[in-house]
């Protein structure tokens, strides 16, 4: 389904992938994460070929719910990151608090994924993939659930986090508002072949502000032009 | 379609390593007191155009087919009465909540000392097993229908019958049928239990009685037949639950 | 006040049902030679409980079956994980699994008898077979039903098979194994009192067949409510540790 795909992104660029349903967005990211393997051919990051999921890279699942650890409280589910990377057990409880406190949810070490709100969980799901500072953060509609003030207050925490840690992220959506509100740039796929049709940088400056950057005729000039280019496909 | 071939015949192909196992520890002698299952083939070959047998089998199906049918009837006015009514609830949810832990097999010296060693202990101890899944699950089916739809009957205006009619028999007949699946196959254990221990008849008796004139392969032959009519019983109950109509069927009681 | 109410509610119907069975038995309108009075059976219960063979027994009973559902656990749950983990495993095993566990295994303590003889292996043996299967299926069960994106979760985190077992897998699989555990009690408890009824060797079983046997009919009665008391508290058992682990989050 997916062909000869490639484009480039920079180290610490937030880009984000759009295209209408079916396309391989979903498939680019599992490729990637090495969760797939291609029926033919071989995935390259850096040149170096993707064989099984690689070290140094965090992954954020859409479906939160499904995604943690539904018998571990908040702070081991983050911990799960860090037990998993290898981190001795005395330097972890200082890095699960650090990253608990930058996605906003201090005082939920105790409780159980399940006694949390959708926003909460996914904010969860994002300190998991963060703790151990990976250099690579892959993100799967994660917000693509959740109502749009939830969806408003993630997005601007997410921009908040990779501020600070400065990962380059891939986030796949298929809203296009979203896609241009967080992204440095913004890559439109086709399907059939899947393909890059368009890269479209972002010039809105930072920090971007929900109210605002969304008012700027850049944003509105951006959206219109994302908009024709999928309907064209 | 495909892959259901392939998952009966993969599934046939480790029942046959089973038997071939078994043929291959009895050759060997390892294990005494195992007959081959060729041996036990031929044993059930002879018993299966024998009487004895068929009314054995006809005598342990009916009763548990009674005591099912009993254990239905008991289940579903019960457990209606309480899942419907708070009050009930409250009354008799002590008494059920005590009597649903005995052991079932516990009544059988009970129902011998009173009701002797006839096929009425049988029935007794069978219908004292099979009740609690039917009422369990049909009290929570009610009570969750009482709850969820109170506005609903309320707007609705519906009269105790219509409520009755048109709520709590459509609703609760998932949660009876699932009830049933279980009690039935705890009925079928109890009745060979007795069987095997007091009554002198049914298949129960048969194996039992085969074990104690050390007539191995025709006990062996008597076990297998058993365990066939639980898969027998277990099926013809799933396609049952199947051929309900889809309905969102309510969760039912998980104990 | 609501909570007396509530409290007098709970033990209405339990005191009228004691107090008619006493009256029923006391005024002879049933044979107190089989059906003995309530008051008769506590007397028979206390004097049992005085000499020190009811609790033995019911120590023997409570044993074994516990003994037996922790060997089947043991048994069932790495088995059941094995083949659940691989869809080839499943079907092969499936048919066969299906029929032990829809055959009423008390039939097996027969031969059991004549394979491991009538010493107090055969009990446990016996209930081992019997709440194997049950597991088995749970934990086969449980592990199918793992959620695919928890999979992914285990891989994106490099996690090798040991460590995705432990830390995913099996807690993952864990409340179809717990509902497997739960139903196997239950058999447990059953195929203890059955062997032991079959072979008088030790245990409630053989305690309440003897007392029937003298026609003791109070002291059956007795022993029956202890196998009642015994089940509940097996359950209750289960209850709290099944709260404990906070299987209810998982649910």
């Known amino acids: 389904m997916i062909e000869d795909l490639s484009f480039s992104v920079r180290p610490g660029e937030f880009v984000c992938v759009v295209g209408p349903s079916g396309c391989g967005k979903t498939t680019l990211l599992r490729l990637l994460a090495g969760l797939l393997r291609p029926d033919a051919g071989e995935i390259r990051v850096d040149g170096t070929v993707v064989n099984g999921p690689p070290e140094d890279l965090g992954f954020v699942f859409q479906d939160h719910a499904r995604a943690l650890l539904p018998w571990r409280t908040a702070a081991k589910n983050v911990e799960f990151g860090l037990e998993a990377a290898g981190v001795p057990r005395r330097l972890r409880g200082p890095m699960v608090q650090d990253v608990l406190r930058r996605v906003h949810l201090p005082d939920v070490e105790r409780l159980y994924p399940g006694q949390m709100s959708g926003g909460m969980q996914q904010r969860l799901q994002i300190a ?15 917000f693509a659930a959740l109502d749009a003030l939830t969806r408003f207050a993630l997005e601007d925490g997410l921009l908040e986090v990779w501020h600070e840690l400065a990962p380059t992220v891939l986030f796949v959506t298929h809203d296009l508002d979203e896609a241009i509100y967080l992204a440095d740039r913004v890559v439109v796929l086709r399907r059939n072949p899947a393909n890059v049709v368009r890269e479209v940088p972002v010039a809105l400056e930072r920090p971007r502000d929900q109210g605002r950057s969304r008012a700027q005729d850049e944003f509105v000039r951006l959206r219109f032009e994302l908009f024709e280019t999928i309907r064209s496909l | 379609m495909r892959s259901r071939v392939r998952a009966v015949v993969l599934g046939l192909g480790g029942v046959a390593v089973l038997v071939l196992g078994w043929a291959l520890a009895a050759a060997s002698g390892s294990v005494a007191g195992v007959p081959a299952p060729a041996d036990v083939a031929t044993a059930l070959g002879g018993e299966l155009t024998s009487d004895r047998l068929w009314s054995a089998t006809a005598h342990t199906l009916l009763i548990t087919l009674v005591a099912t049918a009993i254990a239905a009837v008991l289940g579903v006015v019960i457990g209606a009465v309480v899942g419907m009514s708070p009050t009930m609830g409250r009354l008799l949810g002590s008494s059920i909540n005590s009597l649903r832990f005995i052991p079932p097999v516990a009544l059988i010296p009970v129902v011998l000392l009173v009701m002797g060693f006839g096929a009425g202990s049988e029935v007794t101890v069978a219908v004292f097993a099979a009740v609690w899944p039917v009422l369990l699950n049909v009290a929570a089916a009610s009570e969750s229908l009482r709850t969820r739809y109170d506005d609903l009957t309320r707007i609705a205006r519906l009269s105790p019958l219509a409520r009755l009619t048109k709520i709590f028999v459509p609703g609760a007949i998932p949660a009876t049928v699932v009830g049933l699946r279980v009690g039935a196959a705890l009925a079928l254990i109890l009745v060979i239990a007795v069987e095997m221990l007091a009554v002198p008849a049914g298949l129960g008796h048969e194996v039992r009685f085969a074990g104690d004139a050390l007539q191995l392969p025709s006990m062996y032959a008597y076990i297998v037949w058993i365990g066939l009519l639980g898969v027998v019983v277990n099926t013809l109950i799933n396609l049952a639950q199947r051929a309900l109509p889809q309905r969102g069927a309510l969760p039912a009681a998980s104990r | 006040m609501t909570r007396v109410l509530r409290i007098g509610q709970a033990l209405a119907v339990p005191l009228a049902l004691l107090g008619l069975w006493e009256l029923a038995a006391q005024a002879g309108w049933v044979n107190p030679v089989f059906v003995p009075a309530p008051s008769r059976i506590a007397e028979a219960g206390y004097d049992m409980l005085q000499d020190g063979g009811l609790l033995e027994a019911t120590g023997e009973t409570t044993v074994r079956a516990l003994l037996g559902l922790l060997l089947a656990i043991v048994v069932a749950v790495p088995v059941g994980m094995l083949i659940g983990a691989s869809r080839i495993a499943d079907e092969v095993t499936r048919p066969s699994l299906e029929f032990f566990r829809a055959m009423p295994t008390v039939t097996v303590i027969p031969a059991l008898m004549i ?35 928890l999979v992914d979760v285990a891989r994106v985190h490099r996690l090798g098979p040991v460590a995705a077992t432990l830390k995913v897998r099996l807690p993952a699989a864990l409340p179809g194994i717990v509902t497997g555990v739960r139903i196997s009690l239950a058999i447990a408890l059953v195929v203890a009192l059955v062997a032991e009824m079959m072979t008088g060797n030790g245990g409630l079983g053989s305690l309440v067949i003897e007392a029937r046997s003298r026609y003791r009919s109070a002291d059956v009665f007795g022993i029956v409510v202890v196998m009642g008391v015994v089940g509940l508290l097996l359950n209750s058992g289960m209850v709290w540790l099944e709260k404990r682990a906070g299987l209810a989050r998982i649910g």
């Open chain 3, 115 to 149: 394979l491991v003889g009538i010493g107090h292996t055969l009990a446990l043996v016996a209930i081992m077979f019997a709440a194997v299967w049950p597991i088995l299926l749970g934990a086969v069960h449980g592990v199918r039903g793992i959620e695919r994106t």
């Open chain 1, 128 to 142: 998991r993939a963060l703790v151990a500072r990976p250099s690579i953060l892959l993100m799967d509609e994660p």
